[in-house]
């Protein structure tokens, strides 16, 4: 596979069942990933009409580095998200990355209707649709292992991505599964491909990559594996992963807990990274082109028939999940904690999106907002058995209560009551209750993301309240994350892909011409994402901050709602200068 100056992109038309190969001249300045998704939604993109539209988009991109070096192994997807109606983003790992590289692509865009369910596929040498509408209303899993046998060639290099019935139901929080234990999970972008007749897309990576010659790309590519591999930066994901953050957030009182009524709770330890690690963990894996590991996956088995007839299964679990369907539902046996997750995968729920929902619909039904004739069944904190339920009730939205939940906890809020504890911050809250600048970067960032800005590492770190300090932490964290998702680089490797290396990794490619560009060539990107947010209908005055969450408190003691108020009005500010 010859690269070049030029990214090779395929456009394909669902109705018409045509494709069209397409080339960007990189030397435009959008990068990859973040920035190729964003100049393509310029091309393809329709900000005036919603999310259902058969014309709207779906994008996958990949970046310069892909297939390269070692953790630039994420894809980024663009599209208009059923949550909230605007241009967003989902990032996903897996083998997806080098199998789009190796099919000899960087970028797919999606457009149109399929007239049936259908599954797309492209490799190197293949692509069009395949007619599986039996597979219509199957969940995740059982999807992906037929998918696996109608297509079977070349496993190692093929990527299967799939939705469930969440997805087909048109869920706003419905998520795409990734090669089984990775996602595109947030702002719905499982609803997105499920309004396109898709249940699921196959990429094959069937072709080659030559590698850059002489000497100085191999001393590169071993001084940058041996830092992930032979020194502590990427160790702690290896080891216990992100769920080391559960004991840790629970000591500082910044732990959610029974949606977020407590920011502590002696029962932590229970669903700690080293409980999961010590009694169900079955093993780790990587996505391709990683060798850190970090995904780990517990064994969760289940007796169905007496004579101890066990099924097994083996459920992916990480920070954010353990709070989602453990600490913010208060469920404190980590077996309990896979079994929910496995639940909500199963049928295609963004984890994060659904636990905080039923957190929600639980205090509501507690304190008399709504009653069992909405829920219909009981739902109460730290019971399981309710919650598996509840789970199939949200994702096939049985009746109106879970139809309007489906659509998010602020939309079932507004209808219902409740509204000062809808844990929501632009989309519901990720797993810190760390304090202001983490409530703010969430609630008004670009994508609804803790991982955008980082402002609950600042929470955690900075000893100041100067607003001027704070802004300009988030824009910069929010630019230097913005250049790893271009790459596309996994977010873990931050601390590994600085400027510099990233600078010194495209000249031994031969894209020194786009290194020398690299800053401004981010904060570019970084505007044009903000500008299609804008474009698409993006509004901070209509998000807010719920009175629970300016309840907080945590070690620092009670949250500053002046502090964080000011804050959020100077980021707007910030913000809106970098849109045209």
């Not at 002696?266 to 590991?293: H, N």
């Not at 003691?557 to 910030?574: C, W």
Request: hydrophobic letters at 35%; proline letters at 4%; aromatic letters at 10%.
């Amino acid at each position: 596979m010859k690269d070049d100056r030029r990214y090779r992109v395929m456009v394909y038309d669902l109705g018409r069942q045509m494709g069209k190969v397409e080339y960007l001249d990189t030397a435009e300045g959008f990068l990859g990933g973040s920035g190729l998704a964003a100049r393509l939604f310029e091309t393809y993109g329709r900000p005036g009409d919603p999310y259902d539209h058969p014309g709207q988009p779906l994008i996958f991109a990949i970046g310069p580095l892909t297939g390269y070096f070692p953790l630039m192994s994420k894809v980024v997807m663009g599209f208009v998200s059923p949550y909230n109606s605007q241009y967003a983003e989902s990032h996903a790992g897996g083998r997806l990355a080098l199998a789009l590289r190796f099919s000899g692509y960087h970028g797919l865009v999606l457009t149109g209707q399929a007239h049936i369910p259908s599954c797309f596929v492209l490799g190197h040498d293949s692509l069009g649709l395949l007619d599986v509408h039996y597979l219509w209303g199957m969940d995740v899993f059982k999807a992906g292992k037929i998918l696996r046998k109608i297509h079977g060639r070349g496993s190692g290099n093929r990527s299967i991505i799939r939705i469930g019935p969440a997805g087909e139901n048109g869920c706003s929080f419905a998520s795409i599964n990734v090669d089984s234990y990775r996602h595109f999970g947030r702002l719905g972008c499982g609803s997105a491909m499920g309004v396109k007749n898709l249940k699921g897309i196959i990429i094959q990576g069937d072709g080659s990559l030559d590698l850059p010659p002489g000497k100085d790309y191999r001393r590169l590519y071993e001084s940058i594996y041996k830092q992930m591999t032979e020194t502590e930066a990427m160790c702690k994901y290896h080891d216990l992963g992100t769920p080391v953050n559960v004991m840790a957030l629970n000591e500082l009182n910044a732990l959610p807990w029974r949606n977020m009524q407590k920011t502590s709770d002696d029962g932590a330890e229970q669903v700690s990274g080293e409980r999961f690690a010590a009694d169900l963990l079955l093993r780790k894996t990587a996505c391709s082109g990683c060798p850190v590991g970090c995904i780990h996956v517990g064994l969760l088995r289940e007796q169905f028939a007496e004579q101890h007839e066990f099924v097994y299964r083996q459920v992916s679990y990480d920070h954010e999940p353990i709070f989602s369907a453990g600490t913010m539902l208060d469920i404190t046996n980590a077996k309990d904690v896979l079994t929910l997750l496995e639940r909500m995968d199963n049928v295609g729920l963004d984890v994060m999106s659904a636990g905080v929902s039923l957190a929600w619909a639980t205090e509501a039904l507690d304190k008399g907002i709504i009653s069992e004739k909405e829920t219909l069944v009981p739902l109460e904190f730290g019971s399981v058995e309710g919650y598996c339920h509840a789970i199939d009730h949200l994702c096939r939205q049985t009746n109106e209560f879970y139809q309007t939940l489906a659509r998010g906890t602020k939309a079932a809020a507004n209808a219902y009551g409740g509204k000062d504890f809808a844990c929501v911050l632009g989309q519901e809250m990720a797993g810190y209750a760390t304090g202001e600048v983490f409530y703010v970067s969430q609630a008004y960032g670009f994508r609804h993301s803790h991982l955008d800005t980082a402002g609950y590492s600042y929470d955690q770190k900075a000893g100041d309240k100067s607003i001027d300090t704070t802004i300009s932490f988030l824009l910069k964290e929010e630019a230097a994350r913005v250049m790893l998702t271009c790459m596309v680089s996994c977010l873990f490797a931050r601390g590994v892909y600085n400027q510099e290396r990233i600078e010194e990794a495209l000249t031994v490619i031969g894209r020194r011409d786009m290194a020398e560009a690299l800053p401004q060539s981010v904060t570019e990107v970084q505007k044009a994402r903000w500008r299609l947010k804008y474009a698409t209908g993006y509004d901070p005055t209509q998000i807010d901050i719920p009175t629970r969450l300016k309840e907080t408190v945590n070690w620092k003691g009670p949250l500053d709602e002046n502090f964080m108020l000011e804050l959020a009005r100077r980021y707007i500010v910030a913000i809106e200068g970098m849109v045209p």
